[in-house]
């Protein structure tokens, strides 16, 4: 049973434009989280995080939304560059798991000069 | 530079044969986690252990897969016997394992097990 989703494999995107990648949970208890991404032949590397009493969080060009009552996220890229392509993964945790996180499929995003 | 470490990075075998991939976590970090990556299922969680000590290996082929860590600079990850269907990505994660807030972890390189 796949409790965080990523129904997406891939997305393009032309460079300068937005990129959104969506993900969906259904466990109701997970109170963190995160997207990474991964390059070709590395581990995946922590992009940026949110809390589930919070509905928005920026870091620069990232955006991540936390919709809690339909279960979702999105990470807005803008604008996108060439060096975003790669593999986005969402992640999940829950309070006293121990720091364990639950991941989705990933997204191969391919931003297009 | 802190950063797991993970031996070997690449590894061809012949099915039945015995494949033992290692990791180092980052020093001072309590909790050690193993991955897969496949297309089918993203980054499926295998086994992890904190101080460890093994918290939950429910994700892992009992029969032919354990892990240990011997100590808390290496943690083991071992196929016994390897089948074709173990191709895969293994990573090695390690993180401060918060019973609450942020569970940032820290990726290793990946070891790449192709079993033919």
């Known amino acids: 049973d796949q409790q965080v989703k990523q129904n997406s494999p891939s997305l393009s995107v032309q460079e300068g434009r937005i990129s959104i990648l969506n993900c969906d949970y259904t466990?109701?208890?997970?109170?963190?989280f995160l997207w990474y991404k991964k390059y070709p032949a590395e581990g995946p590397t922590f992009l940026i995080s949110?809390?589930?009493?919070?509905d928005k969080n920026e870091d620069g060009r990232f955006t991540v939304f936390l919709n809690k009552s339909a279960k979702h996220l999105s990470l807005h890229i803008v604008p996108s560059q060439p060096g975003d392509s790669a593999v986005y993964f969402c992640?999940?945790?829950?309070?006293?798991?121990?720091?364990?996180?639950?991941f989705g499929q990933g997204t191969e995003l391919s931003v297009k000069p | 530079d802190a950063r797991v470490t993970q031996t070997p990075r690449d590894k061809v075998t012949e099915m039945g044969q015995e494949v033992t991939m290692r990791c180092q976590p980052i020093?001072?970090?309590?909790?050690v986690f193993w991955y897969r990556q496949t297309m089918m299922q993203g980054l499926e969680l295998l086994a992890y252990?904190?101080?460890?000590?093994?918290?939950?290996d429910s994700g892992m082929p009992k029969d032919r897969f354990s892990a240990e860590m011997p100590d808390a600079t290496l943690a083991t990850l071992k196929i016994q016997p390897s089948e074709p269907r173990d191709s895969a990505v293994y990573f090695c994660?390690?993180?401060?394992?918060?019973?609450?807030?942020?569970?940032?972890?820290?990726f290793g390189p990946g070891t790449r097990l192709t079993v033919l």
């Open positions: 994660a390690s993180g401060l394992g918060n019973w609450g807030g942020s569970n940032e972890q820290f």
């Open positions: 466990n109701s208890m997970f109170d963190y």
């Open positions: 949110i809390s589930s009493i919070k």
């Open positions: 992640a999940a945790s829950e309070h006293n798991q121990g720091g364990k996180l639950i």
């Open positions: 020093l001072g970090h309590n909790t």
């Open positions: 252990f904190r101080n460890r000590a093994p918290l939950d």
